[in-house]
Every structure is written in structure tokens, then in C-alpha cells.
């Protein structure tokens, strides 16, 4: 052993030596100035990655990331979304040739050769030419992949019901409530139960309860006046049928149901 | 000092020609951003294994607060969103760490492309790149699955339906992956977050030793 700093080694299963030289070759077949990797280039390359790593950080901090409301498997109506990069298969499968008994097409067999084609293009585009003009049936396939999908990710961005999609997701809060409070038994007993819900979660015909910021008096305004915003009435007056005593319990309940934390 | 360690591991080890295969080579003009701007479009490979080392490393704290359980793991990762102190920036990084690394593989992948730098003799490395972009997807997949909320249940039954529909061995696929043939419940989550967090990886980091061994033996390509 000459390498190294001559080491000796015991016993028969050394590395053996090379007969090649095996320091790489260097770039001079390539005219112009090559630079040593080690360090001066990778001191270059660390400035690049700072700069993308402050990008990264910027997006990162600005928009934090989604978290939807707990999987629920009983909730058949969520209509579920891919992650972004999926979006271009999401939307060809809604084609007609693609879905139904062409499912297969377009969720196997289009994919499946999209891939097998890319992993053999080394072997179909043999010539020694890699200019991408002059060998222009490699570029025009890649182009032609390239713009179908992002026509067809354009196409499911436009075709998808956005805010549908964020309120279906969204986390109900769940309310911290003492059901042994009179004003319960008062909230249950009324109309209020129907229309803004068991658990004060709200429903189509009514607006949540937790957390609303309003004071018991204000409360009290709006059971037996109701609510009107730009000329729609949102709440009915009179909704609120009963005792002022009642009335009492109820507004302070309701105006102490906050977040369960 | 540190020649002296060194002097002192290279004695018994001889690590020299290791650090020369790693680091000791000259990277050429062509592609240095320095002398032309347009070989900017060099870095999106480095760039890749920069988020991919991001992405290894963020994980590995998410899986400190992280439970692969039906009960528990939307919990835990809203208490990591919410209370856990820099929970939200290290999720944050991990989700949009996880689209960064597509767009700039695929940017990748169209510079080696469009330069044709896949020709004889790099065919081999062409095929483990599409390898690597498949393995990447693959993550992208099991783990949308892992904060089990509302669109990761369902978007995942889509998905696994599309497994299913493969001819032949779909159903197997679908068994495989679900742990169940109607079922996408608890045996889904686990398995899906080994194979996120075991089985995708260890294949991950093969690949990319061999992608990295045959551009060091291989060298970049040279100009167009």
C-alpha cells in the first residue's frame, strides 16, 4: 500500500489497490474558468441558497399552514381537493373519455405511459444532438406535455368553488357551555334551539352563538327585536316569546358562551 | 489541532481519496452562476436536495409532537399548529417545503431535459431521477394524509381508489396500502405514516447516493 499516509493493514481483505489513477479529471476539456468546488464555488452556492431560503422563510411566516376540522368518514358531502400538483390528473379524470368506464384511462393508463415514457426518453432520443432545436420531436412532446398541464391545473383552479371549499373545511368551534345554567334550559325551551343550533354552532338559518362579543343587554335587544343588516332582516323580531325574567337568564347565558379553550 | 485529527484518522483509515471523490473537483464554467447568469438554471438540482435536507430535518421534529393514531392525530398537530412554540413555523416549512421541492425537482427535470444532459453516458441517471420524482410524489401523497382532517380523509379515499382501479393488482395495491378492502380508518393512518416516514425515505436517500455517485463519475455535461 502506497496510498495515503502509507498505511499497513492486517490481513487479507484490504481494499485493493487502483490500477487507475483516481483523481478526477479536471474540466480542461472545457475551455474557459473553472473553479475549485471546494470552497470558492460552494461559498458562491451558499448565497443562492440563503437567498431561497429567505423566500422560503417569507412564505413560510406569511402563510401559515391549512389545517382543516377533524376527519369526519360520516360526512359523505365534503368534496375533497388534491394537493396542488395533483390538480392536472383531478381535472382530466372529470373528462368524459377519461371517468366513468374510461376510468381507467385517464387514472392509469395516461399517467402510467406519461411516466414510462419520460424514464425511457434516454433511449428513444438517441442522436448525440442535445440543442433543443435541433432535435425538435423531444422538445415539441415536452412542450405539449408541459402546456396541458398547466391548462388543465388552470382549468380545475377556475372550475373549483373556492369559499365552498374553505367553509366546508373550516374548524367548528366547539362551545364551553354549562348546561345546568338556567338560560340553558330557557335557549331550549324557545325557538332560538332550531335555528341557531344544540350546540350553538349555528345552521344555515341561523348565526353561531359562541363567542359573539355581545353584552346581555344587547342580547336581549336582539331576541325580541331581531337583527337587521342592510335592509335584510336576518333575525325576525319577536322570536323571543316569554317572561322578562327569562329573557334575564337567557341573555346573560348567551352572552357568556365563549370558545372552549 | 484539526490537521492533527485529521493527520491522525487519515493514518489508519486513509481518507484522503474519500474527500477527493466528495469535494475535491472543479466545477466549470458553463454552469458557474457567477460568469454567465443564465447558469442559474444549474442550481435547481442543489436547490432540491437543499429543501429535501430541509424537509428531512423538519419532519424529524414534527414526528417529536406527531401521533399516527385516528384519535389523537389531529389533535396533536393542532396543538403543534397552536401552542408549541415555533410549531407553526416548522409545520409551515414541512407543507410548503413539500410543494418547493416539487417545483424545483420539476424545474430540474426540465433543465436536464431541454439540455439534453440525459444522452449516452447518463442514461442511468436519467432513470434514477424519474425514480426520485415518483418517491417524491409518493410523499406527497402519504403524507397529505398524516394531519387527518377533513380534506386529507377524503382526497386519500380518492387516491386510493385510483390505486384500486389499477388492472389486475389494484385491489391488492388498495389491501396494501388502506390495511383494509372497505376501510380507510386507523391501519390506513399507520401505514401511511410508515411509509412517509420509513419505506419512502430509506429509498429516497438510496437514490439519491446513486444519483450523486454517478454525477461524481460521470461529471456535469458539458456546454450545450
Known amino acids: 500500500m502506497h496510498r495515503g499516509k502509507g498505511m499497513k493493514f492486517v490481513g487479507d481483505s484490504r481494499i485493493r489497490s487502483y490500477e487507475k489513477n483516481r483523481i478526477p479529471k479536471d474540466y480542461s476539456e472545457y475551455p474557459g474558468k473553472t473553479e475549485a468546488f471546494w470552497p470558492n464555488f460552494l461559498l458562491k452556492e451558499w448565497m443562492i441558497g440563503a437567498i431561497f431560503l429567505v423566500g422560503y422563510l417569507i412564505l413560510t411566516v406569511a402563510h401559515p399552514s391549512p389545517l382543516e376540522r377533524q376527519a369526519d368518514p360520516t360526512d359523505t358531502g365534503y368534496i375533497p381537493l388534491p394537493d396542488w400538483y395533483f390538480l392536472f390528473m383531478y381535472q382530466l379524470l372529470k373528462y368524459e373519455f377519461a371517468s366513468g368506464p374510461f376510468n381507467v384511462v385517464g387514472a392509469i393508463v395516461m399517467p402510467g405511459l406519461a411516466i414510462g415514457a419520460l424514464m425511457l426518453v434516454p433511449f428513444m432520443d438517441t442522436t448525440k444532438e442535445r440543442r433543443p432545436l435541433k432535435r425538435p420531436l423531444p422538445t415539441a412532446f415536452m412542450l405539449l406535455a408541459l402546456c ?114 | 489541532m484539526l490537521n492533527r485529527i485529521y493527520d491522525w484518522v487519515d493514518e489508519r483509515l486513509d481518507i484522503t481519496p474519500i474527500w477527493r471523490d466528495i469535494a475535491d473537483h472543479e466545477v466549470p464554467e458553463h454552469v458557474n452562476p457567477a460568469h454567465h447568469f443564465s447558469a442559474f438554471i444549474y442550481c435547481f438540482g442543489g436547490l432540491t436536495f437543499f429543501v ?123 389491501v396494501l396500502l388502506a390495511g383494509d378492502s372497505v376501510i380507510l380508518g386507523a391501519q390506513t393512518l399507520t401505514r401511511f405514516f410508515a411509509i412517509h416516514v420509513f419505506f419512502l425515505p430509506a429509498a429516497l436517500l438510496a437514490l439519491l447516493a446513486a444519483h450523486f455517485i454517478m454525477i461524481r463519475r460521470q461529471g456535469i455535461s458539458g456546454p450545450l
Open chain 1, 148 to 261: 396541458s398541464m398547466i391548462y388543465l391545473t388552470w382549468e380545475s383552479v377556475v372550475n373549483h368553488d373556492w369559499d365552498a371549499a374553505k367553509a366546508q373545511g373550516e374548524i367548528v368551534e366547539e362551545a364551553d357551555v354549562d348546561t345546568s345554567d338556567p338560560g340553558y334550559e330557557v335557549y331550549m325551551n324557545q325557538s332560538c334551539v332550531t335555528c341557531h343550533g344544540e350546540n350553538f354552532e349555528g345552521t344555515p338559518a341561523g348565526a353561531p352563538l359562541v363567542g359573539t362579543g355581545h353584552t346581555a343587554e344587547e342580547v336581549k335587544d336582539i331576541a325580541v327585536n331581531g337583527i337587521a343588516e342592510d335592509g335584510q332582516q336576518l333575525m325576525p323580531a319577536d322570536a323571543f316569546q316569554g317572561s322578562d325574567e327569562d329573557l334575564d337568564k337567557l341573555a346573560e347565558f348567551i352572552s357568556g358562551i365563549t370558545n372552549q379553550k
Open chain 2, 52 to 174: 429535501t435536507v430541509i424537509q428531512i430535518l423538519s419532519g424529524m421534529f414534527l414526528t417529536m409532537y406527531y401521533t399516527p393514531d385516528i384519535e389523537n392525530a389531529w389533535k396533536s398537530v393542532y396543538y403543534l399548529q397552536n401552542e408549541v412554540a415555533f410549531g407553526e413555523i416548522v409545520r409551515g416549512m414541512h407543507h410548503w417545503g413539500a410543494s418547493l421541492v416539487i417545483v424545483m425537482m420539476f424545474l430540474h427535470t426540465l433543465r436536464v431535459f431541454f439540455t439534453g444532459s440525459y444522452k449516452k453516458p447518463r442514461e442511468l441517471n436519467w432513470i434514477v431521477g424519474v425514480l426520485i420524482f415518483v418517491v417524491m410524489l409518493g410523499l406527497g401523497f402519504t403524507g397529505y394524509l398524516l394531519p387527518w382532517d377533513m380534506k386529507a380523509l377524503f382526497a386519500t379515499k380518492v387516491g386510493i381508489e385510483i390505486a384500486a382501479s389499477v388492472p389486475f393488482i389494484g385491489e391488492w395495491i388498495k
